[in-house]
């Protein structure tokens, strides 16, 4: 058995695949079989934000039955496994998808599922094939909007929307949707606010996820939340635990 989960969004550019690498790390840091699987063919990114630029298999590969799954999984220098759609355009259906992720091959891991954004064909087949759905926006309404409208789609499609991830949140800006508007007006909980942050600049051109670059960035602390709550884990941020180191070394 394995956990396959859909990282959506509606609206395009909002973090996506950010988040798909960044809980990814973070979950490989809580010692999970983590696999990042890029199923947005079109536009896809997530190899080229970790710096992996030569895939002579892709999923498009898989998807067209040319190859088996496990000759299109790539290793990171940092350990994370993905498995990359091809940098090339292509107009590959993912209806296959589902076929793909009950492959034996990914048993006992947990495939994150980048994906495209709007409601195409190709989105419509990944609800289908994943059983859980993460949420990702940003805190406009237009982008609250295209959420509402991918919670609909995703239902019919049987995934269960199991939260929303709210990125590039901005502390002091008041021009922004609240968490609280956001829960009500989708009837989702938010699981995850992760702030504006420049390590995530800073993680892209050094083509490494934020989560393995910096582990007391704002972000990485976020993610890691995030992936604690979806393993029922607990998570202690680094800054409590330096606390107590410098006040263990002070009684000593
Ligand atoms: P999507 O996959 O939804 O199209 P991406 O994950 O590629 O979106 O993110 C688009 C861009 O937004 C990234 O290249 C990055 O520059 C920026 N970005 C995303 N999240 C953050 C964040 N939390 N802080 C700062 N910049 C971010
Ligand atoms: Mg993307």
Known sequence: ????????????????????????????????????????????????QLGMYYFPVTLSDVLMQKANIFEAVYIHPSGLRIIPASLCAQDVRVS???????????????????????????????????????IVTIPEIPAIADVMKTIVAAKKAGAKPIGIIVNRYKRSEKNQISVKEIESACNVPVIGIIPEDKTIQKSIFKRVPAVFLDQYSASTIEFKKIAANLIEEKYLPPKFLSFKRFFRGLKK
């Open 1 to 48: 058995m394995n956990r396959t989960i859909a990282i959506i969004s509606g609206k395009g550019g909002v973090g996506k695949t950010i988040v798909t690498a960044n809980l990814s790390a973070a979950l490989m840091q809580f010692k999970k079989n983590v696999i990042a699987l890029d199923a947005d063919i079109k536009m896809s990114g997530l190899g080229l």
């Open 96 to 134: 296959r998808l589902k076929d793909i992720l009950n492959d034996q091959f990914l048993d006992g891991n947990i495939v994150l599922v980048d994906s495209p954004p709007g409601l195409e064909k190709n989105t419509l087949s990944i609800l289908k094939a994943c059983k859980e759905l993460l």
